[in-house]
T-cell receptor, first 113, second 114 residues
């Protein structure tokens, strides 16, 4: 069983919809939780990160972490066609370099105009 | 440069040939990582360089895979006697030492073994 499981998708939504992307994990040592966005034929780029439990909002994006349930989510409000990409969750324990993150397999999102 | 640079962007090679993939990290970043991303899959860690320390090779799938990092900067990933299952996107990332919230990725090299 993988340490990080990500809802596989793909997801296809109409423009303006609210999107929920989710990951579960098994390693209770994870403390930093990241969401990367990867456009086609590009490398992943960090979208947001959260430390420990709680919510973090950045514009149309909200990241939620529930450590008690070992569950994280990324919400996208008023989704736009430019949000069409693959979203990867990533997690890391303690004082570990971000490059050693454990990644989910990604969820591909298509937002249709 | 401003970001992590990888070359070539695309590589098509015949089965059995050796290939070299290059990564030029962000200037000043001491940590460098190689990953493999197969179609529809997440990132598979391959190897990690940190400063002058011995590299962490724990993710290399076979002895056909090797990597070097010269002068603490540019890195080369070499795949010998390529197989069709080696076809994937190879991504390089770099970070500052101790950075635990973001890895900076290059655009990847798409390798196709025919």
């Amino acid at each position: 069983q993988k340490e990080v499981e990500q809802d596989p998708g793909p997801l296809s939504v109409p423009e303006g919809a609210i999107v929920s992307l989710n990951c579960t994990y098994s390693n209770s040592a994870f403390q930093y939780f990241m969401w990367y966005r990867q456009y086609s034929r590009k490398g992943p780029e960090l979208l947001m990160y959260t430390y420990s439990s709680g919510n973090k909002e950045d514009g149309r994006f909200t990241a939620q972490v529930d450590k008690s349930s070992k569950y994280i989510s990324l919400f996208i409000r008023d989704s736009q066609p430019s949000d069409s990409a693959t979203y990867l969750c990533a997690m890391i324990a303690g004082n570990t370099n971000a490059g050693k993150s454990t990644f989910g397999d990604g969820t591909t999102l298509t937002v249709k105009p | 440069g401003a970001g992590v640079s990888q070359s070539p962007s695309n590589k098509v090679t015949e089965k059995g040939k050796d290939v070299e993939l290059r990564c030029d990290p962000i200037s000043g970043h001491t940590a460098l990582y190689w990953y493999r991303q197969s179609l529809g899959q997440g990132l598979e860690f391959l190897i990690y360089f940190q400063g002058n320390s011995a590299p962490d090779k724990s993710g290399l799938p076979s002895d056909r895979f090797s990597a070097e990092r010269t002068g603490g900067s540019v890195s080369t990933l070499t795949i010998q006697r390529t197989q069709q299952e080696d076809s994937a996107v190879y991504l390089c990332a770099s970070t500052f030492a101790g950075m635990n919230t973001e890895a900076f990725f290059g655009q990847g090299t798409r390798l196709t073994v025919v």
